[in-house]
């Protein structure tokens, strides 16, 4: 157990909606990170906050967003979903910046119809 | 941009041989290397680090030496086991941009059999 923990587990809706998935960080971790896991593309990063700012951005496309709100949570937003959205998203913590080790939680499967 | 390489599987081994699974990268700067791995329906675990050339990271049996002069770091076990039947990532982070998310490999199924 790495001690980052992610809701829901599984997630399954329809091409056009909206979903929210969510992170708690390790205790006393302050940089947090969302990754998509998808057969084609993967392993990609998606984006980076620090202690509530934004610091990266990788591979994230327009229609998602994400925020880390005062007591260090994370969300992850997706917007008119489509097939292609489907995967395994991560999100990691970390204490420090740089090559700090990050810690993954165990992953939200969203899966579009 | 950054990059990783690695082979892709699967790889399949009798259990007590020899495994090699190699990794190269192409970076900017001075990257950190890591290999996480994951097994079947979890999330991904830190297997070993290495922070700069030379540098050897070992864990659980599980050894890579970052080599700066051939941008490698291999992984290797003498003896492995059924258990150590999963998906391995070789990843590299350089923090270049300020960016400190994690560049992957595409992972290498290993499968070992009894």
């Known amino acids: 157990d790495s001690g980052v923990t992610q809701t829901p587990k599984h997630l399954i809706t329809a091409t056009g909606q909206r979903v929210t998935l969510r992170c708690s960080p390790r205790?006393?971790?302050?940089?947090v990170y969302w990754y998509q896991q998808s057969l084609d593309q993967g392993l990609q990063f998606l984006i980076q906050y620090y202690n509530g700012e934004e610091r990266a951005k990788g591979n994230i496309l327009e229609r998602f967003s994400a925020q880390q709100f005062p007591d260090l949570h994370s969300e992850l937003n997706l917007s008119s979903l489509e097939l292609g959205d489907s995967a395994l998203y991560f999100c990691?913590?970390?204490?420090?910046?740089?090559?700090?080790?990050?810690?993954f939680g165990p992953g939200t499967r969203l899966t579009v119809l | 941009g950054d990059s990783v390489t690695q082979m892709e599987g699967p790889v399949t081994l009798s259990e007590e041989a020899f495994l090699t699974i190699n990794c190269t990268y192409t970076a900017t700067g001075y990257p950190s290397l890591f290999w996480y791995v994951q097994y079947p329906g979890e999330g991904l675990q830190l297997l070993l680090k290495a922070t700069k050339a030379d540098d050897k990271g070992s864990n659980k049996g599980f050894e890579a030496t970052y080599r700066k002069e051939t941008t490698s770091f291999h992984l290797e076990k003498g003896s492995v086991q059924v258990s150590d039947s999963a998906v391995y990532f070789c990843a590299l982070s350089d923090g270049g941009g300020g960016a400190d998310g994690l560049t992957f490999g595409k992972g290498t199924h290993l499968i070992i059999q009894p």
């Open positions: 990691a913590s970390s204490s420090l910046l740089g090559t700090d080790t990050q810690y």
């Open positions: 205790s006393g971790d302050l940089s």
